[in-house]
């Protein structure tokens, strides 16, 4: 009798332990799983601020892929529509440059977007026409500011050259984009 509720509380706890896994976001599991791997190696702080660097900007290139076809298909402007195109062509671009550097680094990357992302991605899905337009360049000009700020950070003082290299190209093209949304937002806030 004791063996059986000893193996049945053994197996709760598994199950316990498996349920709490998966209530976490793919973010949160590809960061402590590059933890585990820093814990492991000499140079922790270094590669705490590079996996966090890198997780963070995956995560976000993901939902920029994501909310550009979105535009492409419910944008109702052309401009929408062709930031749209934009979006998907330059952050899956970019998005295949930090798989790569993550694979050279071992720093585990996301499969899916963090909790925040989603949260943005849930929100367009629920707009139509005009109001998805000026809702999406709206959220364009507030993440790329972010985006831009975040790059640059790490582009004068991430320690890895090669993350640092990554950073200083990217955010070239961020501040493009930025722009743009910039132009486009205006432009559509001024149509009421």
């Known amino acids: 009798m004791k063996k059986v509720i000893s193996t049945g509380m053994m197996a709760a706890a598994v199950l316990f ?3 709490c ?3 976490k976001g793919a973010v949160e599991e590809a960061q402590e799983t590059n933890e585990q791997m820093v814990e492991e190696t000499s140079m922790e702080d270094q590669m705490t601020e590079m996996s966090d660097f890198m997780t963070k900007a995956a995560s976000g290139g993901m939902m920029e892929v994501e909310l550009g076809k979105m535009a492409q298909e419910k944008g109702q402007h052309a401009d929408v529509k062709s930031f749209g195109q934009m979006m998907v062509t330059d952050h899956t671009k970019a998005n295949d440059e930090l798989k790569q550097l993550a694979s050279q680094k071992n720093v585990t990357l ?8 989603m ?8 707009k139509t026409g005009a109001e ?3 809702a999406y360049m709206s959220l364009m000009v507030d993440d790329h500011e972010e985006d831009v700020k975040m790059f640059e950070d790490a582009a ?5 050259a090669d993350v640092k290299a990554f950073a200083s190209k990217t955010v070239t093209t961020l501040r493009q984009h930025l722009d743009r949304a910039q132009q486009i937002d205006s432009t559509l806030q001024a149509q009421k």
């Not at 996301?110 to 992302?117: A, T």
């Not at 004068?156 to 890895?160: K, V």
């Open 110 to 117: 996301p499969d899916s977007m963090g909790e925040k992302h």
């Open 132 to 134: 998805f337009d000026k």
């Open 156 to 160: 004068e003082n991430m320690q890895d």
């Open 17 to 19: 332990a498996v349920a």
């Open 119 to 126: 949260d943005h991605v849930k929100e367009l899905q629920e």
């Open 21 to 23: 896994n998966q209530e």
